[in-house]
């Protein structure tokens, strides 16, 4: 099987091609800031996106005809269960109109469906970010207006839970793990059986804070501070999800500078980084109630898991709980080719949105 990887991201597109689990091309295409402003919404990006991708294609002499598949990166849906679901029209509406809220993997399944029905082959997602397998107790927040939701790394945490699955010549359905993702947004989530039961919401306000985010706030002063005429709803937005984490104290998002800044002697930057591995390490604490004690693993993954004095610090308050294992980085292209490639083995079935 020969399939065509579609992974967008704020300011980029990355792209893989793929024969069975083999990886044959892995490109980034960059778009300039300048670029992505010009578009009023991230669904109108898509001709631009697509024609980029096409003209790759076309440079490297590969005919876009020789795919058998399309699989893009899932967005912001309603809430599903994980797996690979077949693009049809219901899923390609809600991600056009951001039925959840506008992300840039909106643009993987709208790209995946167009260009397989230009060549007549199908187009799937993988594991969306809105992945919801939340038991009813973890929903509840203590406003009925507020309910928690299930919105983090699905993709790469369910890839690298698998993967350990395997490694332990187990099942993924077999096990209960805590997974915790390190990249611009932090998610903790206890699997069960195959199924997330419980997960810090990874965007817009909720456990650890992280690079790029505030996680969960004293809500009392969250409050105040909306009410006290500095910031419009926007700009507040913008507060929690951009500007909130790391850039709020450290005004960069860069773990690997922090580090070498405490490294030097920065007591701020040695703070910063010992608060990130203490918030995390409370999270994991919290999933281990969740599932009884009955830990099988703790899954270290992200970007920023390449940096062993944090997965080192995270290691030594965690592991009494459960051993834990490390899998840097999140290699989303063959978590995408992986989940397409269980369907059309017939190892599962594809879901219907």
Do not use: W
Not at 96 to 124: K, T
Not at 132 to 142: I, V
Not at 183 to 206: P, Y
Not at 257 to 285: H, R, S
């Amino acid at each position: 099987m020969r399939g065509l990887i579609i992974n967008p991201g704020s300011t980029s597109t990355k792209l893989g091609i793929f024969t069975d689990e083999t990886l044959e091309m892995d490109v980034t295409l960059r778009h300039s800031t300048e670029e992505i402003s010009r578009f009023e919404s991230i669904a109108v990006q898509q001709d631009f996106r697509r024609n980029m991708i096409l003209d790759f294609l076309k440079e490297k002499g590969i005919d876009v005809g020789s795919f058998d598949v399309i699989v893009g990166r899932g967005g912001i849906l309603k809430p599903v269960p994980g797996g690979t679901y077949a693009v049809s029209d219901e899923l390609m509406h809600d991600l056009e109109i951001g039925v959840q809220g506008q992300h840039a993997a909106n643009l993987g399944g709208i790209l995946a469906r167009e260009i397989g029905d230009e060549i007549g082959v199908p187009s799937y997602i993988v594991d969306p970010i809105s992945v919801d397998e939340l038991c009813d107790e973890a929903r509840l927040s203590g406003l009925p207006e507020i309910p928690r939701m299930s919105v983090f790394h699905a993709l790469n945490q369910k890839a690298v839970c698998r993967r350990y699955a395997g490694e332990a010549g187990k099942k993924y359905e077999e096990l209960n793990l805590i997974c915790i993702h390190l990249g611009g947004g932090v998610s903790v989530a206890a699997h069960s059986k195959g199924r997330v039961i419980d997960v810090f919401n990874a965007l817009d306000g909720d456990g650890a804070f992280s690079p790029e985010r505030t996680g969960a706030l004293p809500v009392g002063g969250l409050i105040r501070l909306c009410y006290s005429g500095k910031y419009t709803e926007k700009e507040m937005m913008k507060r929690v999800v951009g500007e909130g984490g790391f850039n709020a104290y450290m005004g960069t998002n860069d773990a690997g500078a922090i580090l070498k800044m405490a490294d030097e002697g920065d007591e701020k930057a040695g703070l910063m980084m010992n608060a990130f591995v203490f918030q995390i390490c409370k999270n994991t604490g919290a999933m281990a109630a969740v599932l009884k004690g009955a830990v099988d693993r703790i899954i270290i993954t992200g970007g920023i898991a390449y940096n062993t004095p944090v997965t080192d610090a995270i290691t030594d308050r965690v592991s009494f709980i459960a051993p834990v294992t490390v899998y840097p980085g999140e290699d989303e292209l063959h978590a995408l080719a992986q989940g397409v490639l269980r369907v059309m083995r017939g190892e599962e079935e594809a879901k219907v949105y």
